[in-house]
Nanobody
């Protein structure tokens, strides 16, 4: 089992920045690719970013490309989502997720296959 705990959410004005962290426990995070997703009331969970086991491959939703950066520190068992130039439409509950993969380079943007999820952290961007 892997337990994931997000932190770093909050209230920020448009144009501001936040860095989300996803701390893993139970098993070494280096065995898992990671993803970030967000959800707003009445909408399905949507893909934001993903990173491979090694950290060498990343993928982003078109809406966040150039503004968000996904990274990880396997030594600290932690993943990160740096969010810059935030917009009101970025508001939502952000979740990190982990999926066991044999490949070191694959990223996964579909939430369905992920094995473990954090509890979520609220991000609110005011205009």
């Amino acid at each position: 089992q892997v337990q994931l705990v997000e932190s770093g959410g909050g209230l920020v004005q448009a144009g501001g920045s936040l860095r989300l962290s996803c701390a893993a426990s139970g098993r070494t995070l280096s065995s898992y690719a990671m993803g970030w997703f967000r959800q707003t009331p009445g909408k399905e969970r949507e893909f934001v970013a993903a990173i491979s086991r090694s950290g060498g491959s990343t993928d982003y939703a078109d809406s966040v490309k150039g503004r968000f950066t996904c990274s990880r520190d396997n030594g600290k068992n932690t993943g990160y989502l740096q969010m810059n130039n935030l917009k009101p439409e970025d508001t939502g509950v952000y979740y990190c997720a982990a999926i066991w993969l044999g490949s070191y380079t694959v990223t996964v943007s579909d939430p369905g296959p992920y094995d473990y999820w954090g509890q979520g952290t609220q991000v609110t961007v005011s205009s």
